[in-house]
């Protein structure tokens, strides 16, 4: 695939750890995408999957251009291993961190935001996905992770070019780092932000699940794997946990989806107006 990105992109990815804010969806499909955000999340195997019972996302996720900077950035096979609707609540700030799963594999984050943006700053430190250290090791070394100023004066103590950058995203613009880069959230408004995550990794790199979010000290689930999804190219490493995204959406797995909430103890009213909903809406896909 013909990437988007030209020489500077490229060089700017690999040595600053980001780029963006590049605009994917108009105000109409953002909202559109947004419906999908009311699917029992009990059906999934984990909390990042939000992509194994709903078209809308992996639709977004497979959209053009931003498979076409994917592709420039982590090659032509692609693997889908990561989405999630993150609601952030009014005057809540999630610190600089490292995603855990990063932290054991390559790949890229996708930052969408969605809606109530106008006092949400997304931030990153520059170059810190080239540290030797994590804000969660500093963290258990007990330097106060939430003063990003000194999180800055420890990453530049490592390399003098780190800097603390922060963006403003309108809705249906994305910014999206190498995984390793520290990165965090702050809305700043009374009302709740929402944003989509996307995580993208070459085929060649296996993925898990977390049992624990301790960071390096990891643990993984050992019989359950992330659900992903072959956005482009091919895998001929097979060592995933491949779905069919063409079932998405079928009868079987609207029936799947009902089975699934009955075994987790889902209140039987819940699941009749869910089957109720579905009815009415003709079947239409999450």
Known sequence: MTSLLNES????????????PFKILNATECEDLLKAIHFPHLVQT??????????????????????????????????????????????????????????????????????????TEVFIITRSHLLPITPQE???????????????????????KCELKYFRIQPGELVLWEGKTWHGTINHGNLDRVALILQYSPTSEKTFIPKTYSYPD????????????????????????LMNPKKIGSLLDY????????????????????????????????
């Open 9 to 20: 992109s490229h060089i700017q990815y690999k040595a600053e750890g980001y780029l963006g």
């Open 46 to 119: 984990w909390y990042k999957s939000g992509h194994e019972k709903s078209k809308r996302i992996i639709d977004v996720a497979n959209n053009p251009k931003l498979v076409s900077i994917v592709s420039g950035l982590i090659g032509d096979d692609i693997l889908l291993w990561g989405s999630i609707f993150i609601v952030q609540s009014r005057f809540m700030k999630h610190d600089l961190h490292l995603d855990v799963e990063h932290g054991k594999w390559k790949g890229v984050t996708l930052w969408l935001g969605l809606r109530n943006l106008e006092e």
């Open 138 to 160: 500093l963290s258990k070394q007990g330097v106060d992770i939430s003063n990003d100023q000194e999180m800055l004066r420890i990453a530049q103590s490592y390399d003098s």
């Open 218 to 241: 990891t643990e993984w689930e050992e019989n359950i794997f992330p659900p992903c999804i072959l956005i482009n190219g091919k895998d001929d490493f097979k060592l995933n946990n």
């Open 255 to 286: 029936l799947d989806t009902y089975y699934k909430l009955y075994k987790k103890g889902a209140a039987k009213n819940i699941i009749i107006n869910m089957i109720k909903s579905d009815l009415k809406n003709q079947f239409q896909t999450y």
